[in-house]
T-cell receptor, first 115, second 114 residues
Framework: GENVEQHPSTLSVQEGDSAVIKCTYSDSASNYFPWYKQELGKGPQLIID?????GEKKDQRIAVTLNKTAKHFSLHITETQPEDSAVYFC??????????????FGAGTRLAVHP | GAGVSQSPRYKVAKRGQDVALRCDPI?????LFWYQQALGQGPEFLTYFQNEAQLDKSGLPSDRFFAERPEGSVSTLKIQRTQQEDSAVYLC????????????FGPGTRLLVL
C-alpha cells in the first residue's frame, strides 16, 4: 500500500521568509496530492492540491510542485506571516475502483513563523 | 454554508465503555470518510461510505469498531469496550461525489479513554 514520508517535522522561520515542506510517496498509482493545514483544536483544512497530470500549481503565496518520476512533491509558502503557523500535512491517494480517494497522510510539519 | 459537524467534541470514557461518535456531513455530499488521528500524527483512514453503502472498512483496527450511515447522510462511529489505545481524535470528512477528490473535514471528536 501507499506510504508517505514528510520532512521536516518542525520548521521555524522569520516572518517574510519562505518555507518549504517536502513529501515522498511510494505508490506510483497515486494521482492526487492534497495539502492540509491544521490549527490547534480544529480539523484539517485543504489549502492546495495537485493532480498527477500537472507539475506545478500556485495560489497566491502558496505553491505545490510534483515530480512523478521521483515520487515527491513539495509545498512552498512565500512571504510567511504569523498566521501561517500551524501543522501542515501532505497526503497521497490513488483512485480506488469505487471512485473514491483514500488519503494517506504524512506525519505532519509543525511550522512556526516568528514576527 | 455549513461545513462538516461532529459531536460530541470531547468524550471521556472509562475503559470498557461503549461510545458513539456522530458526523453530519455537508448536505448532499455522497462520500463520507472516517479517520483516526493519534497525538502528533497524521490522520489514518478508518472507513468509507458512498451514500449508505460502506465500501471500504479496511482501516478499522478491530471488530470493536463499527460504523454506519443508514440513510446516506448522518454517520455514526461506534467503539465497543473501549481501550486506552483508542484514545485519539476521530475525524469525519465528506466529499461531493464520485471522483470528487476534495475532502472537507469536521473539527473532530477527541476521545480519551481512562
Amino acid at each position: 500500500g501507499e506510504n508517505v514520508e514528510q520532512h521536516p517535522s518542525t520548521l521555524s522561520v522569520q516572518e517574510g521568509d519562505s518555507a518549504v515542506i517536502k513529501c515522498t510517496y511510494s505508490d506510483s498509482a497515486s494521482n492526487y496530492f492534497p495539502w492540509y493545514k491544521q490549527e490547534l483544536g480544529k480539523g484539517p483544512q485543504l489549502i492546495i492540491d495537485i493532480r498527477s497530470n500537472v507539475g506545478e500549481k500556485k495560489d497566491q503565496r502558496i505553491a505545490v510542485t510534483l515530480n512523478k518520476t521521483a515520487k515527491h512533491f513539495s509545498l512552498h509558502i512565500t512571504e510567511t506571516q504569523p498566521e501561517d503557523s500551524a501543522v501542515y500535512f501532505c497526503a497521497a491517494s490513488p483512485m480506488f475502483s469505487g471512485g473514491y480517494n483514500k488519503l494517506i497522510f504524512g506525519a505532519g510539519t509543525r511550522l512556526a513563523v516568528h514576527p | 454554508g455549513a461545513g462538516v459537524s461532529q459531536s460530541p467534541r470531547y468524550k471521556v470514557a472509562k475503559r470498557g465503555q461503549d461510545v458513539a461518535l456522530r458526523c453530519d456531513p455537508i448536505s448532499g455530499h455522497v462520500s463520507l470518510f472516517w479517520y483516526q488521528q493519534a497525538l502528533g500524527q497524521g490522520p489514518e483512514f478508518l472507513t468509507y461510505f458512498q451514500n449508505e453503502a460502506q465500501l471500504d472498512k479496511s482501516g478499522l483496527p478491530s471488530d470493536r469498531f463499527f460504523a454506519e450511515r443508514p440513510e446516506g447522510s448522518v454517520s455514526t462511529l461506534k467503539i465497543q469496550r473501549t481501550q486506552q489505545e483508542d484514545s485519539a481524535v476521530y475525524l469525519c470528512a465528506s466529499s461531493r461525489g464520485l471522483a470528487s477528490e476534495t475532502q472537507y473535514f469536521g473539527p473532530g471528536t477527541r476521545l480519551l479513554v481512562l
